[in-house]
């Protein structure tokens, strides 16, 4: 029989926590992060901070494991080999999910930002991230159509290179209304995204 399914609240803690260990820790490190472990190393690499440290601290190891297996075997995870050491890594379906969980959370902290009253935050810790889910969250900001961000937007536009920048300028005149927005692609990726978190494994398949 195929294990029980984990809940899209579980596959996306699962992918959060996995974010900053990929290709740099196994299943065993992941397994410590969800379950929050106190251990040197993952209080040293930070990995305390991530949102999912500990999700699953009332849980077994063993059931945690459990669950990180599932991940692989549902293709939303994958171990890939750097050296001798199997290393998690982000399936394509997982990557899909992620990037608009981290994009959300990006805005999300926007938000908490104005509700603050943050004026000038330091906006380089968004350069040289992957670029896809850069578009994806400045796609996602002008659906908000919140003129609110525009600040945050020029302070972001002196930071980075020149495509996203370019990028940045677009979103602006869609928050000023100076330019239309055609809602299509981000509503094929939502599509995209809900059909990811109904993925079916191998096993399924073959049944």
Not at 25 to 53: F, N
Not at 76 to 97: H, M, T
Request: aromatic share 12%.
């Amino acid at each position: 029989m195929p294990p029980t399914r984990l809940s899209h609240e579980e596959i996306k803690a699962i992918l959060r926590a996995a974010d900053p260990i990929i290709a740099e820790g196994g299943r065993t490190l992941l397994a410590k992060i969800l379950k929050g472990s106190k251990e040197k190393k993952v209080l040293e690499y930070k990995l305390d901070t991530c949102p999912s440290y500990g999700y699953f601290k009332k849980e077994k190891l063993e059931e945690v494991n459990k669950k990180i297996n599932w991940m692989i075997r549902y293709d939303y995870l994958e171990l890939e080999n750097f050296g001798k050491l199997p290393l998690i890594v982000f399936s394509e379906r997982g990557w899909l999910i992620e990037s608009d969980q981290r994009a959300d959370e990006f805005i999300n902290q926007w938000e908490e930002w104005l509700s603050s009253g943050k004026k000038t935050p330091d906006m380089t810790y968004l350069k040289d991230r992957n670029r896809g889910m850069i578009l994806l969250m400045l796609e996602k900001i002008k659906a908000t159509g919140k003129k609110d961000f525009i600040p945050y937007l020029q302070l972001w536009e002196k930071e980075d290179y020149r495509k996203v920048r370019a990028a940045i300028k677009q979103t602006i005149r869609v928050l000023e209304e100076k330019e239309p927005f055609d809602r299509t692609w981000l509503e094929e990726r939502n599509e995209q995204v809900r059909k990811a978190m109904e993925g079916y494994s191998w096993f399924d398949v073959f049944l």
